[in-house]
């Protein structure tokens, strides 16, 4: 069973649309990390939140931490064929090993 | 920045024999390793932890006689499929967590094919 739900498990966007996934985990989280990822490779780590109410940008992609460090959510402003993959929220729930949500997959159609 | 390096990336081995999987880290010392299984179309999932020096723990529904964890020194993690069937072919991936500033790096993955 996934200590994180994340969703939706899949998502299709035509290019140019704006997206967010969610993770959420009825514990406190004490560090919560995006990553993306394609099944048989490795991990893209993307950004790692930790206080409450912190966000995080790079590029198109935003991450946020609500206030209570239960709920976080990733948002891609105008989507691109390559922000398409497999993207993972992962927490260390009990302050050290990290767990992952069941992931999203994201297309974007041209 | 922090580095696992993770070997082989891929291997074909035939059913009843044991593959080792090694997880380094190149740069840093990882107090803590873990490593995970990954089917298609499924999220990672955690199969053990281990500390340098002692026993690994692992979850629930994972055989430690069948996945074996050896973590001899504060870089090398190793796993290791023992008598492999096809219903371990699967993707594992391991992560080092730096003693220094108790961040996660992960390993590229290897892609396990039990015939």
């Known amino acids: 069973s996934q200590e994180l739900e994340q969703s939706p498990q899949s998502l299709i966007v035509q290019e140019g649309k704006n997206l967010t996934i969610n993770c959420t985990s009825s514990k406190t989280l004490y560090g919560l990390y995006w990553y993306k990822q394609k099944y048989g490779e490795g991990l893209i780590f993307l950004m790692m939140l930790q206080k409450g109410g912190e966000e995080k940008s790079h590029e198109k992609i935003t991450a946020k931490l609500d206030e209570k460090k239960q709920q976080s959510s990733l948002h891609i402003t105008a989507s691109q064929p390559s922000h398409a993959g497999i993207y993972l929220c992962?927490?260390?729930?009990?302050?050290?090993?990290?767990?992952f949500g069941a992931g999203t997959r994201l297309t974007v159609k041209p | 920045g922090a580095v696992v390096s993770q070997h082989p990336s891929w291997v074909i081995c035939k059913s009843g024999t044991s593959v080792k999987i090694e997880c380094r880290s190149l740069d840093f010392q990882a107090t803590t390793m873990f490593w995970y299984r990954q089917f298609p179309k499924q999220s990672l999932m955690l199969m053990a932890t281990?500390?340098?020096?002692?026993?690994?723990?692992?979850e629930q529904g994972v055989e430690k006689d069948k996945f074996l964890i050896n973590h001899a020194s504060l870089t090398l993690s190793t796993l290791t499929v023992t008598s492999a069937h096809p219903e371990d072919s699967s993707f594992y991936i391991c992560?080092?967590?730096?003693?220094?500033?108790?961040?996660?790096?992960f390993g590229s993955g290897t892609r396990l094919t039990v015939v």
């Open positions: 992560s080092a967590r730096d003693m220094t500033n108790y961040g996660y790096t």
């Open positions: 281990s500390n340098e020096g002692s026993k690994a723990t692992y």
């Open positions: 992962g927490a260390a729930l009990n302050n050290n090993d990290m767990r």
